[in-house]
Structures are given as structure tokens and as C-alpha cells.
């Protein structure tokens, strides 16, 4: 059973900075492609980064320049620095795990719990 397990949201004022940790369980890790969404009320929930296997990376416009993810793959952690933040970075995060594209007939993907960000002053 795999399980995705975030941390580190919270309240955070206007231009400061966090970091979302998610931890994998099981022996995915590896070969699927991790990845952070968010969901503010009233609206769908959107990709903000990710980065495969072999460590390419995409973000949203928004918050290119201001986000970094990144990867443990020796502790199965994902990680999303987010610097210079905004009250429009408020938003439930979840963390996100994708099977590679030739596989996803055959594997699942899988989310956290998420972990709510406020920016407020």
C-alpha cells in the first residue's frame, strides 16, 4: 500500500517563504514522477510542479521563479520550496505521484491528504 504523507503548511505572511515535504511510502518512488497541486475554494485544482524520474521539472507561470521541487531519492521525499509568497498561493496543496507515461494503463497514481497554505498578513 503506498502512502504520500505531507507536511509543513501553515500560516505564513505575505512575501515569506515555506517548505512542503511528502514522504513516500512503499517501493514506487523511484520511477514515478512527483508532483504538487493545489486547490483554492471555488476552484479547480491545478499542477504547480513536478519532476520525473530522471529529474525534469515543470511548473505553473505563477509561481515560476518563486517555487522549487525537488526530490530525495534515497529518503522517497519530495519537496516544494516556495519563496516570496503571495495571498494568492493560499490554497490546499497535495502532493501528487504519476506512474511513467507508458505505464499508467497499469499503474495507479496516487494523492496526500494535502496541507492547507495561508498567506496572510
Known amino acids: 500500500q503506498v502512502q504520500l504523507v505531507e507536511s509543513g503548511g501553515g500560516l505564513v505572511q505575505p512575501g515569506g517563504s515555506l517548505r512542503l515535504s511528502c514522504a513516500a511510502s512503499?517501493?514506487?518512488?523511484?520511477?514515478?514522477?512527483m508532483g504538487w497541486y493545489r486547490q483554492a475554494p471555488g476552484k479547480q485544482r491545478e499542477l504547480v510542479a513536478a519532476?520525473?524520474?530522471?529529474?525534469?521539472?515543470n511548473y505553473a507561470d505563477s509561481v515560476k521563479g518563486r517555487f522549487t521541487i525537488s526530490r530525495d531519492n534515497v529518503k522517497n521525499t519530495v519537496y516544494l520550496q516556495m519563496n516570496s509568497l503571495k495571498p494568492e498561493d493560499t490554497a490546499v496543496y497535495y502532493c501528487?505521484?504519476?506512474?511513467?507515461?507508458?505505464?499508467?494503463?497499469?499503474?495507479?497514481?496516487?494523492w496526500g491528504q494535502g496541507t492547507q497554505v495561508t498567506v496572510s498578513s
Open positions: 512503499g517501493s514506487i518512488f523511484s520511477i514515478y514522477a
Open positions: 519532476m520525473t524520474s530522471g529529474g525534469s521539472t
Open positions: 501528487n505521484a504519476d506512474p511513467p507515461v507508458v505505464m499508467t494503463s497499469l499503474l495507479p497514481r496516487y
